[in-house]
């Protein structure tokens, strides 16, 4: 699909560069007030660097993991996707 992630790399603490199936790339920006629950993990610098693809989806370890589609969605209209 179009909205597979292809390539994801931390460009800054809490933050990703995304590259899609189909050439979109975009930012990928995490508030520390999403940061609770699940994804409080990522509050671990060194976790959030180890972000990974699985299926095409941005991953962690723990089975942390972000919806590729609604993401692609979000940067597609604004060029990056702020989780707060």
Known sequence: MEWDV?????????????????????KVRFEQSHLTGVFEALKDPLLFQRAYIDGGAVAWAGSLDLAP????????AKGEWVLS
Do not use: E, N, S
Request: hydrophobic content about 50%.
């Open 69 to 76: 589609d609604a993401m692609y969605q979000a940067i597609r």
């Open 6 to 26: 292809v390539d994801v790399k931390p460009v800054a603490p809490l933050a990703l560069q995304v590259q899609f199936a189909d050439g979109t790339v975009g």
